[in-house]
């Protein structure tokens, strides 16, 4: 069998030579070898590490310290991991390997070439094991010394705290454990970024760059707060940007290592890439993609007009598990089956079932446990039947329409907006439903049983995450409270009581109409308690009733609803209740016997204002009724520009909190109905005119002391929460399968605000 060398060139690399050069190396020799414009580079392999531990005699003093060690004791494995990092560093480097690397580096062009030297560990029995992030990286290093000092020191990265203790819960012996380290020519980088082929959660086809000024460490890092270019691989154009503020730059410092910089001011809120940038960017992440036949996330860089590719791995956060048809065995098909109809993935999961095709809501009788219910568009009255389903399809509507809402909140697989889905499926046919993908496919597939959980490191599972923002929960659904706790949320940001009255089927003017007031506020009152007891000394906001008429209509007691052309911009809200009185003190004496009861954790959030005179009167009317309103918290959606503007003439009025509605301010800033497929691509969280809006409601709200959330669907967003940290909001409320991963974007944001603040006064 050939020895493999100390020393490979891209070149010279091949896929299967994972166990020498680790998937980082693979990863550029395949890349180098299809014609993307990858930096120059050589990889000191896995063989050459060994080689050294051999050649220096210290592989037995490593392991035989290595193999007793309780890396549950955390004393222990730091001294053990101190200890084998001295034993390496301190050992000589034989001469053989040395002077093989000092002549791969003369013929990337020697002493003035600067370089980043990266850690590529691998497993030799194991190709497809993972070590990343756990291995060190040095960055602008020039000169013979200097590279075999970063050399050594990625091999001595092999033995960090948190390497050996990765691959003691991984069952890895230390042993087939080895180290390539890759030196590659450092790119001066004028501009750089990650790239993500496919969009990153739902697969779609839409490459995300996230770009910023100088070397990418700082995109890559999270030091820098990146713009964001997105663009749509079907139309082949720029879809949405966002134009950041970047406050540093990394760039390369002297002959040794980088510095962060503060960036100059006239680059601070300029455009990092041109449109024919981002177009360029994308077709070579889409050439890397059909390459390995999955999205890539890949980091890149630009000098001048030059492109770079400096690394690409596959993005593990879209779930496309490997399934079999149902009553197959053993055989792989690598993809859930034929596709037969695509929407997009608004609550994720995979269900099988018989499809029940509702045109109105007196077909839900049809319904059956574990159905596949299909419809135009879900409404509240079908709530009930929504609860008995395995999963949803929709012919409209888009993240935020009252299918995709329901579906997440019941743990519900659905697609929406699939355009066909009431004409192409047929009634009694099996289909299996993607919601994260937003695809349908034709029979029953059976996805595998999730892998088992692998046991975190004791000092990440030690203590739960605790941020100064508050993240907070939205539930719509009494059953859904215990589940939303579970979550850790910091209270609820917005409960929509619009689900639980429209789920009774009965208007409230029926109840009223019928004597029968006190079922209604009996109702009303057991469902918001439901939701209090799970979140006992934690603020819970309750929402009064926000039903558009058209949802009301289908509902004993609506056969008089208006008719309006736009439900969404009619009688609704706050607007409606001001002038049917009765429906409010319904709600009303909801609410006074919970505070009676003594949950003074609730507050009350009226919907749809656009002017003060609105909260003034409903706060006079709540009075009335006999409502201590001075002792209790009331406070505002806003969701109309107007509210907006008005936000002090709010606060003058006595509002005790405020929060976003981003569903409908962003529709009513932009003129896009959200439930309209047919304009879903321009329905834009991010858009210039909506952050300004926010950015300027917080800072009000900051200046006088009242807290400001939202409750949108844009709270569920990590980028965009990212954002409304960095600007200054008290609270975010995100959807429950969303709370972890937007507490840990906060976490994260709030430290970088903190590690900032003590670098400029440092």
């Not at 190396?25 to 392999?45: K, N």
Request: charged share 25%; net charge negative.
């Amino acid at each position: 069998m050939k020895e493999i060398p100390n020393v490979l060139w891209l070149e010279e690399i091949k896929k299967e030579d994972i166990p020498s050069v680790g998937g980082k190396g693979a990863s550029l020799g395949e890349m180098a070898a299809i014609g993307l414009p990858v930096p120059r580079a050589f990889v000191v392999t896995a063989q050459a590490f060994r080689r050294f531990l051999v050649e220096a005699g210290i592989e037995d003093k490593i392991f035989s310290r290595l193999g007793n060690l309780d890396v549950d004791d955390t004393a222990a494995l730091e001294s053990v991991s101190r200890e084998v990092r001295e034993i390496v560093l301190n050992a000589a480097m034989p001469d053989r390997i040395r002077q093989e690397i000092v002549e791969a580096y003369a013929r990337m062009g020697g002493e003035n070439t600067i370089v980043a030297v990266r850690s590529s560990a691998t497993a030799e029995d194991l190709p497809d094991a993972s070590f990343a992030g756990q291995q060190e990286t040095f960055l602008n290093i020039v000169g013979d010394d200097a590279l075999l000092d970063a050399v050594q020191r990625c091999w001595a990265s092999l033995y960090g705290a948190r390497a050996i203790y990765y691959r003691a819960k991984q069952g890895f012996d230390d042993r087939s454990v080895n180290i390539a380290v890759v030196v590659q020519e450092l790119i001066p980088s004028e501009k750089s970024g990650v790239m993500f082929t496919s969009h990153p959660v739902t697969g779609e086809p839409l490459t995300i760059i996230e770009a910023s000024w100088g070397l990418g460490e700082a995109v890559v890092s999270g030091s820098v707060s990146p713009d964001n270019y997105v663009f749509d691989l079907r139309t082949e154009r720029v879809v949405d940007r966002l134009i950041a503020e970047k406050a540093i730059m990394i760039v390369p410092e002297g002959r040794h290592g980088t510095k962060t910089i503060q960036t100059p001011p006239e680059k601070r809120l300029a455009p990092v890439l041109s449109d024919d940038e981002v177009a360029r960017l994308a077709m070579l992440g889409k050439i890397a993609e059909d390459h390995y036949g999955v999205p890539q996330d890949i980091e890149w860089a630009i000098v001048g007009e030059e492109i770079y590719i400096l690394q690409s791995r596959p993005i593990t956060t879209i779930k496309q598990p490997e399934a079999r048809r149902a009553g197959e065995t053993g055989k792989k098909r690598g993809a859930l089956g034929t596709v037969i109809l695509q929407g997009q993935g608004a609550s994720p999961g995979v269900a099988s079932g018989r499809v029940v095709i509702v045109h109105d809501v007196k077909d839900t009788s049809a319904v059956k446990e574990g159905d596949i219910l299909v419809t135009t568009m879900t409404n509240p009255d079908m709530v009930p039947a929504m609860r008995r389903v395995s999963a949803i399809i929709t012919d409209e509507g888009g993240m935020t329409c009252h299918a995709a809402i329901v579906s997440r909140e019941l743990g519900t697989p659905a697609v929406v907006g699939t355009k066909k889905a009431t004409k192409v499926l047929k009634d009694g046919q099996i289909v299996t439903v993607d919601g994260e993908k937003g695809l349908v496919y034709e029979g029953a597939v059976e996805a595998p049983a999730p892998a088992a959980s692998k046991a975190a490191p004791a000092a990440v599972a030690a203590a739960p995450i605790i941020t100064a923002t508050l993240v907070k929960v939205n539930v719509s659904l009494p059953e859904a409270a215990a589940r939303a706790a579970a979550t850790g949320a910091d209270g609820v940001g917005l409960l929509r009581i619009e689900h639980l009255i429209l789920g009774l089927g009965k208007t409230p003017s029926w109840y009223i109409e019928h004597g029968a007031e006190e079922e209604f506020v009996t109702e009303l009152y057991t469902g918001i308690k439901t939701v209090l007891d799970a979140f006992p000394g934690k603020p819970v906001w309750v929402r009064t009733l926000d039903a558009p008429t058209d949802e009301f209509r289908n509902m004993e007691g609506g056969e008089e609803e208006p008719i309006e052309h736009n439900p969404m911009l009619g009688w609704r809200g706050i607007r409606r209740d001001l002038e049917t009185p009765d429906q409010f003190r319904l709600q009303v004496e909801a609410f006074k016997r919970l505070w009676a009861a003594g949950y003074d954790n609730l507050g009350v959030m009226f919907p749809m204002v656009n002017h003060p005179d609105e909260f003034t009167r409903a706060r006079a009317m709540m009075r009335d009724w006999g409502v201590d309103v001075d002792n209790v918290t009331l406070g505002i959606m806003i969701e109309i520009p107007s509210s907006v503007v008005l936000i002090e003439d709010f606060i003058r009025a006595g509002i005790r909190f405020a929060s976003f509605g981003t569903n409908d301010l962003i529709q009513y800033t932009l003129a896009i109905d959200r439930n309209n497929e047919n304009v879903a691509w321009m329905y834009q969280p991010e858009h210039p005119a909506v952050l300004r809006l926010i950015d300027y409601a917080i800072s009000a709200c900051r200046r006088h002391g009242v807290e400001c959330s939202i409750c949108g669907q844009a709270g569920s967003d990590p980028r965009m929460v990212t954002w409304l940290v960095e600007h200054g909001i008290s609270s975010v409320s995100a959807n429950i399968d969303a709370v972890s991963r937007i507490r840990e974007a906060v976490a994260r944001k709030e430290k970088q605000i903190l590690l900032d603040a003590a670098r400029r006064d440092a």
